[in-house]
């Protein structure tokens, strides 16, 4: 497997030369087919370097990406169940009581003896 740091640097050697390179060819008059061939490019290889060295850097993969977020404030607590007897008992229940649950509490307290 190549090293990682080799190729970087040679990547960074490239862009370099290709900056020079087309830096010189805006100083001149000569047309892509005439620098080329002076510089011992082909033209596709220039036209792709152009491209490449005019759009700005893809960020680099290990920069966190920013990622868009809507903070909603926190649910109200829900309110508990309240079963109120004649007797003045109070029976709460969660919220979130099944309504089975509280069918079978009330079926369970209408069996009791008195």
Known sequence: MPDSSLRSRSDAS??????????RFAAGNHTVVEFCAAEGVSDSNFYLWRRRLA????PASNQPTVVPIRVAP???????IELAFPSGTILRLPADARPEFIVAILRGLEERPC
Do not use: D, I, K, S
């Open 55 to 58: 759009q700005p850097p893809a």
């Open 14 to 23: 490239a862009n370099r030369q290709w900056v020079e390179r087309l830096e």
């Open 74 to 80: 926190a649910p109200a607590p829900a309110t508990p």
